[in-house]
């Protein structure tokens, strides 16, 4: 499968507990976003990366929230001290960049805080 | 971005075309009209997206009047596993080094029924 991946599918934790993701992007592709996804609401934007820069956070992550994308390829999405807010289905979509820019979203993460 | 406008639910008979339209009143030049859905529990999923010109893949139809203000996207035959939420999503082309990331809305449920 060459498609976006994404690990773990789902994570339980405990309230105050540090989390991190992973996002294997489609080899080509240059960009990749994270997206947060709560229940019966739309995907919302977070974070961006072209290449390894992060280009462009989102007010939704707050300073417990860190992304990087070491070398331009995978990407983590750490979340530190967990919230039950934090609960949530979290996203990653890579694409390749230009005008019309086609984003490939991955299965996703479910994460629940207790 | 362009602000859309979906009906909340549709219903549509199993084997029969399903329309589903998308209003975006505000929409620019420059924009496009992506449509994704989303199947219970999976990441979004890319079906078509257009500038002026209607357009047609092995998945779906879009259909964009002269004006632009709208547009609707046509599921030839549908079956059962097309029951999802579809989103309607105007964006602005992408650049170099910009985030264009995808503003999703509430989205039509699409139930497709036996």
């Known amino acids: 499968d060459t498609g976006v991946s994404q690990d773990p599918r789902h994570k339980i934790t405990k309230r105050g507990q540090n989390v991190t993701f992973r996002c294997d992007p489609i080899?080509?592709?240059?960009?990749l976003y994270w997206y947060r996804q709560t229940l019966g609401q739309g995907p919302e934007f977070l974070t961006y990366?072209?290449?390894?820069?992060?280009?462009?956070k989102s007010r939704l992550l707050s300073d417990r929230f860190s992304a990087e994308r070491p070398k331009g390829s995978f990407s983590t999405l750490e979340i530190q001290r967990t919230e039950q807010g934090d609960s949530a289905m979290y996203l990653c979509?890579?694409?390749?960049?230009?005008?019309?820019?086609?984003?490939?979203f991955g299965p996703g993460t479910r994460l629940l805080v207790l | 971005d362009a602000k859309t406008t979906q009906p909340t639910s549709m219903d549509c008979a199993e084997g029969r075309a399903a329309n589903l339209p998308c209003n975006h009143s505000?929409?620019?030049?420059?924009?496009?009209v992506y449509w994704y859905r989303q199947i219970h529990s999976q990441g979004p999923q890319y079906i078509i997206h257009?500038?002026?010109n209607n357009e047609t893949n092995e998945m779906a139809s879009l259909i964009i009047t002269e004006d632009r203000k709208s547009s609707t996207l046509i599921l030839p035959h549908a079956t059962l596993r097309d029951t999802a939420v579809y989103y309607c999503?105007?964006?602005?082309?992408?650049?170099?080094?910009?985030?264009?990331?995808?503003?999703f809305g509430s989205g039509t449920q699409l139930t497709v029924l036996p």
């Open positions: 080899s080509e592709h240059n960009r």
């Open positions: 990366f072209q290449n390894e820069a992060q280009l462009e």
């Open positions: 999503i105007v964006r602005v082309g992408g650049s170099a080094g910009s985030a264009r990331q995808l503003t």
């Open positions: 257009g500038l002026k």
């Open positions: 979509a890579s694409s390749f960049g230009r005008t019309e820019e086609t984003q490939y």
């Open positions: 505000t929409i620019s030049g420059n924009e496009y």
